[in-house]
Nanobody, 123 residues
Framework: QVQLVESGGGLVQAGDSLRLSCAASGGSISSRPMAWFRQAPGKEREFVAAISWSGSTTRYSDSVKGRFTISKDNVKNLVVLQMNSLKPEDTAVYYC????????????????WGQGTQVTVSS
């Protein structure tokens, strides 16, 4: 069974950039759509970005569109979320999720999750 591990989080200032990585092991994600979600304290986990199995199609939440970019490397078994122009409201734990269908809402549409990585953006 595939396992997902996020990395790359940290403490940055508003306007800075971070690159989050999601490494898959124990199985291939080449045929699976992938997504990033985030959860701030006291809030529900919310959709951030998704990418089709081939990487040809991407979707973003309105709050991050134009600032974040999701990408997928099926050879390296890796998903990346490049975050630019970070804002304090981006502060959250970011989670990587896999398949079986590409969805832009609903955590129950994804059946495999990582443990999350903390992103903190100071003003």
């Amino acid at each position: 069974q595939v396992q997902l591990v996020e990395s790359g989080g940290g403490l940055v200032q508003a306007g800075d950039s971070l690159r989050l990585s999601c490494a898959a092991s124990g199985g291939s994600i080449s045929s699976r759509p992938m997504a990033w979600f985030r959860q701030a304290p006291g809030k529900e986990r919310e959709f951030v970005a998704a990418i089709s199995w081939s990487g040809s199609t991407t979707r973003y939440s309105d709050s991050v569109k134009g600032r974040f970019t999701i990408s997928k490397d099926n050879v390296k078994n890796l998903v990346v979320l490049q975050m630019n122009s970070l804002k304090p409201e981006d502060t959250a734990v970011y989670y990587c999720a896999a398949g079986p269908l590409m969805a832009t809402s609903g955590t129950n549409r994804y059946d495999t999750w990582g443990q999350g990585t903390q992103v903190t953006v100071s003003s």
